[in-house]
């Protein structure tokens, strides 16, 4: 999965020059830098980008050339890409559970943030991390609201566990904090104040003050036509309840968005392979490639279909069964998604909004998914 050199206008003019037989992601480098300037001029505190969601590198450069200079790292794989690319950029381990090794890894890379939700992974940072400069943050859950699924069921402490952490973390001699995770494609912007008052609670409770207090992602990406993510009334209603709900004791602020700052920097072009009487359409890409999103968090329905002439497809939208290049039952997309009548084989069914957890989730399954990266100007048609 490459980079190309060629910098095109648009999806269009590289499908009419090109006909990819094979998936091709469409990167536009202006959108992704438009996407962090938005939270880098909307939300009140630290911006730093949760780089699981979409770990190229040329995403990882056109961020931090828009001034991203926070990242939420995952594993050692992505502290060293992120010490490669952005060398001079905080990095914050924010995955609650590492392994030895890989808690050394960090040390070694000068990593001085850490997230925790359990006393025995508490002892492993206390035994292994030096406190001095040290930020450990306590992890919390609460019930979801509004998000498309649930965080809390693998991470996050009860609010009574995150007391107890929270006063161990100060005891230790490390930067107490708290963080939590509302949901992924969380639209509700409310989902963030109980959060917000909860850790305000939590801090009381254990008679800490907290240095920053990270309010997570969850940000949404533009996923549907009809919904277009308000993210600065996200950032307004985090601004005032965190005043409201600390007070004279009120922490900095950091967010770890992933999606919203990659998603809408990408757009996918598959192409039909088969239109199988007339009901069934069979594309190469799908559940095991860049799709692998779509059954678990619903589908993306800003969809647009070309010729192989670069002509859109304009006739009356027929819902349609859509499968994927493998011969697997479970290649199939959710629900029948509409799409033009006059759909034909050949054609080209381009998704917008592909830039999270797309180019990093393809399996190569059955030997599909020989995706083609292509830099475009814009992303529109």
Not at 27 to 43: H, T, V, Y
Request: contains cysteine.
């Amino acid at each position: 999965m490459g980079l190309s050199k060629t910098i095109w206008t648009n999806p269009t003019e590289f499908l009419k020059t090109q006909q990819p037989d094979n998936p091709v992601l469409f990167f536009a480098p202006s959108a992704a830098q438009a996407a962090a300037r938005r939270f880098i001029d909307g939300f009140p505190g630290l911006v730093t980008y949760a780089v699981k969601s979409n770990p190229g590198e040329a995403m990882v450069e056109n961020l931090a050339a828009a001034g991203i200079r926070g990242y939420d790292c995952a594993s050692p794989f992505e502290i060293d890409l992120i010490r490669r690319l952005a060398p001079d950029a905080a990095i914050h381990y924010n995955n609650p559970v590492r392994a030895r090794h890989e808690i050394a890894h960090a040390v070694a890379r000068g990593v001085k943030s850490y997230s925790v939700d359990s006393k025995s992974e508490l002892q492993k940072l206390i035994e292994m991390v030096p406190a001095s400069g040290t930020e450990i943050s306590v992890r919390f859950k609460l019930p979801v609201a509004g998000a498309a699924y649930n965080f809390g069921a693998k991470f996050g402490a009860t609010v009574d566990l995150a007391v107890e952490l929270l006063k161990r973390v100060a005891a230790a001699g490390y930067i107490p904090s708290i963080t939590f995770h509302p949901g992924t494609q969380c639209t509700d912007p409310h989902a963030w104040e109980a959060y917000i008052r909860e850790a305000a609670n939590i801090t009381k409770a254990a008679g800490v003050r907290i240095a920053r207090l990270n309010v997570g992602g969850g940000f949404p990406s533009h996923r549907m036509a009809a919904i277009v993510p308000q993210i600065e009334d996200t950032f307004t209603l985090i601004d005032r309840v965190a005043t409201e709900a600390f007070g004279a004791d009120r922490p900095e602020l950091v967010c770890e968005p992933g999606r919203a700052l990659c998603g809408d920097a990408y757009a996918l072009a598959a192409r039909v392979k088969a239109l199988r009487d007339d009901t069934h359409v069979f594309l190469n890409d799908g559940v095991y490639g860049s799709l692998t999103e779509l059954p678990m968090i619903g589908v993306i329905d800003r969809i647009e279909v070309l010729s192989p002439q670069g002509q859109k497809r304009l006739g009356d939208e027929l819902p349609r069964i859509i499968f994927g290049p493998t011969c697997d039952s479970v290649d199939r997309l959710p629900g029948d998604i509409p799409l033009p009548g006059d759909l034909a084989e050949g054609d080209y069914v381009i998704w917008q909004g592909m830039g999270s957890y797309s180019t990093v989730t393809n399996t190569r399954f059955n030997g599909f998914g020989d995706v083609q990266i292509a830099t475009v100007l814009t992303l529109k048609l």
